[in-house]
């Protein structure tokens, strides 16, 4: 077996810690480093290897054919038996499942977390992974006696909003770049600067121009560094502020499916100086029929509720327990035409209303031309576009085009 030339901060994934933190920019070698440790511990006896990331659609065509090039580099392919969803160490019986958390299926995290006599989790790409409490579940699962528990993260840091700076980062006092262990928890940081003999020149020359010309995303995308905001948001219009209740109120919502949360957050709109106050009542998952009306009429009492038009059913429902509630119009293009009426207001937002301050550090262009934002850090957002330009555009022309 050749096993490949690893950078020694690697060596640590030997140790007893639960939770390992591998972070890293662009080319700093980590998903390499972990999937070589991974294929090697395939050859002790009993491991199982559950490897995901938040979104897989098909295993055999994005993350198999990256570990059958480790295989091939090694030399021990056929040690290993392949299926499209599994590769098993033929000697051992230990193997690594790749599975998506969400599909084209749905979320699965009900059948992850269902799993028998998982020892290892890695979560790829885990920045992508919004949810805590979808992470919790699946490391719940993690409880084999016989054999060393590991709980493997692997990112490209983003901002300090997000649960895994809060849970691993957050209140620890944890340098930036830092690598060791501290309260029973592994850090791994490398960047490309750890990685140079595997890169090309032309790798390198283009990291080199994009420090000259973009120091900020030199330090985030190359060294891995987090942020305090995502780079490119939509929103930068707006500040934390006391909530003013001396304007025209009313109320916008978003309904949760499976993971997302369901929310009411509520506007007082100033006209006159462009301003637009704003409070997020709640940010639920989870939420029956029979709830979303209690906390409504607990919350926006009688002020009318705009809300997204995906459940015609469930907002009939709502309504005859008692809420003043009516659906938005979905036309092509109201999504940019709403984001262009919020940028042109300053938005003041609640100081309690954490939720909507992470969506605001979070909430970016998914295509370069701005035609289009992300389809996450929006549950709250939507719900202020909704309220927003029925009020500002829509009521005095008799119909609303909210998206």
Known sequence: MKVPNLNPKYKSFGNDSRYFITTGGRGSGK?????????????????????TRYTMVSASSSIIPEFIEKLELMGVVE??????????????????????????????????????????????????????DTFDKIDQSVRVKTKPNRVILILNPTTKEHWIWGRFYANRDIPEGFNGIKSGITYIHTT??????????SFLN??????????????????????????????????????????ETIFGQDFGFSVDPTT??????????????????????????????????RYAGPHLIVSDSAEPRLI???????????????????????????QDYDLIVDPDSTELIKEL???VWATKGQTKPVDKWNHCIDAIRYAAQYVLVNRTKGSYTIR
């Open 31 to 51: 998903s390499f480093a972990v999937n070589v440790f991974l294929l090697l511990l395939t050859y002790e006896k009993g491991h199982k290897v559950l490897f």
């Open 79 to 132: 040690d290993f038996r392949i299926t499209k969803d599994e590769i098993t160490n033929i000697k051992t019986g230990s193997s690594i499942m790749f599975k998506g958390i969400r599909t084209a299926s749905g979320n699965q995290t009900a059948s992850l977390k269902s799993l028998n006599a998982i020892t290892t989790f890695v979560l790829d790409e885990a920045e992508e992974l919004i949810d805590e």
């Open 192 to 201: 490309y600067l750890d990685n140079t003999d595997n890169l090309s020149q």
């Open 206 to 247: 283009q990291i080199a121009e994009i420090r000259r010309r973009r120091p900020e995303k030199y330090t985030h995308q190359i060294l891995g560094g987090w942020m305090e905001k995502q780079e490119g948001v939509i929103f930068t219009n707006w500040r934390v502020g006391e909530f003013n209740d001396n304007y």
């Open 264 to 297: 009411l957050v509520k506007l007082a709109i100033d006209k006159g100086n462009k301003r637009i106050f704003l409070k997020v009542m709640y940010a639920r998952t989870g939420m029956s029929t029979t709830q979303i009306a209690d906390f409504n009429i």
């Open 316 to 342: 009939k429902e709502i309504k005859l327990k008692g809420c003043n509630i009516r659906p938005t119009v979905k036309r092509s293009g109201s999504i940019l035409s709403g984001i262009a009426l919020l």
């Open 361 to 363: 550090n979070n909430y």
